[in-house]
């Protein structure tokens, strides 16, 4: 989109007129949030076909969504340190993981999390260096000061309208990057610094990008809420959490004349894992709109869809595939009911656990309502 600039020479009336006649176009923005992308031993496992790492099952019915978005942020929950490949507790996922992940469009990456040292400081240099070479643009973790001074806040334009993203994590499981790799860790000291350098460089939309809270809790706890509000005051516009592996509750702040301000979304939940505890199955993406119109940035708008990682047997081997929940679920106007067919007990797997999420988002969300991603 492109804004109609008026003329220098162009008297009171005529921009009177003009502005009339042609309005200047808004410039639109929609990016999208994925939460933890994992990779288990179970998915490692079934990954391996003929000699190969073979992920095309994983993103079939969730690439035209994510590709339609201006710009989709995915959390690596993994590191790709190179074999041996290993699930939890210490990850090292196959290159072929973060390809998948690209080819299925997500843009950046965001590698602060407490998986990232999982193999120590050969282990974060060797991702970092293999998101650098299939050219993914990604945050949070840094292979020295210098890397961090250049790219941190990472800012990336997109129509005119200039995002930067912050990511941090409450810790690394007990391991630590030695020098010279950097990990961002919450800090509220870094945290008001990276904000201001993000201003400093003319950011007109800064987000955060939060790896904390509880695991397999559904509500958000006291330490999110005040840290959101600590870094809303500060400037941020837009927080996006992880790490609880199920989805919490989001909401919109408002001003008096009713404008979205800002937007917390607590926690995404999985994109897609191996887990199997209660409500891990899945998550939301959550859609952002932004819009720009004489060089003010408005939150147009914030929604979420819920996504559930379906496995179905092939031959000796499963396929992992992520299914958004609304595109499966049965629908009478339609010849085949559903536009994903999933078989009865898969079916009411799905629907137990957005049964679960939809009860917690339904009753906690403000401003924030589900929508019915993009048909296959």
């Known amino acids: 989109m492109t804004i109609t600039k008026h003329s220098p020479g162009l ?22 949030f994925a939460g933890d992308a994992m990779q288990h ?19 079939q019915y969730l690439k035209e969504e994510i590709t339609s978005a201006d710009l989709a942020i995915v959390n690596l929950e993994a590191t790709l340190a190179g074999e041996p490949y290993k699930g939890y507790p210490r990850f090292s996922a196959p290159d072929e ?12 990456f965001l590698n602060a999390n407490n998986h990232i040292v999982d193999r120590g400081n050969a282990g974060v240099l060797r991702t970092l260096s293999a998101l650098d070479s299939m050219t993914i643009l990604h945050t949070g973790v840094f292979g020295s000061i210098m890397e961090k001074e250049q790219n941190y806040p990472l800012i990336v334009e997109k129509e005119g309208i200039r995002f930067a993203f912050l990511n941090y994590t409450y810790g690394t499981n007990g391991f630590y990057a030695s020098p010279p790799v950097i990990v961002n860790y919450i800090q509220k000291d870094s945290i008001r610094k990276d904000i201001q350098k993000a201003k400093a460089l003319g950011a007109d939309v800064i987000i955060a990008n939060m790896h904390w809270g509880l695991e397999y809790k559904m509500i958000q706890n006291k330490t999110q809420e005040n840290l959101a509000e600590f870094m809303m005051e500060e400037g941020v516009d837009l927080v996006v959490g992880a790490h609880p592996h199920v989805v919490q509750p989001s909401k919109v702040v408002t001003d008096s004349l009713g404008n979205i301000k800002r937007v917390i979304v607590y926690s995404l939940g999985n994109l897609v894992s191996g887990m199997i505890a209660p409500n891990t199955e899945g998550g939301q993406l959550v859609k952002a709109t932004f819009r720009k119109i004489r060089d003010k940035v408005r939150i147009q708008s914030a929604e979420y869809a819920l996504i559930y990682r379906h496995k179905a047997k092939k031959g000796k081997k499963i396929d992992f595939t992520v299914v958004p929940v609304a595109l499966a679920e049965k629908n009478d106007s339609l010849p085949d009911k559903t536009i994903i067919p999933l078989d009865a007990a898969d079916y009411r797997k799905m629907k137990t656990f957005s049964g679960n999420a939809r009860a917690v988002l339904l009753k906690h969300n403000k401003g924030v309502s589900e929508y019915k991603p993009c048909k296959k």
């Open 11 to 32: 008297p009171l009336i005529g921009l009177l007129i003009h502005s009339l006649f042609f309005p200047l176009q808004a410039q639109e923005v929609t990016l999208l």
């Open 41 to 59: 031993q179970s998915q490692i496992d079934h990954a391996f076909r003929n000699g190969q790492y073979d992920y095309s099952s994983y993103f």
């Open 97 to 108: 993981y973060a390809r998948a992940l690209k080819e299925a469009g997500f843009d950046i």
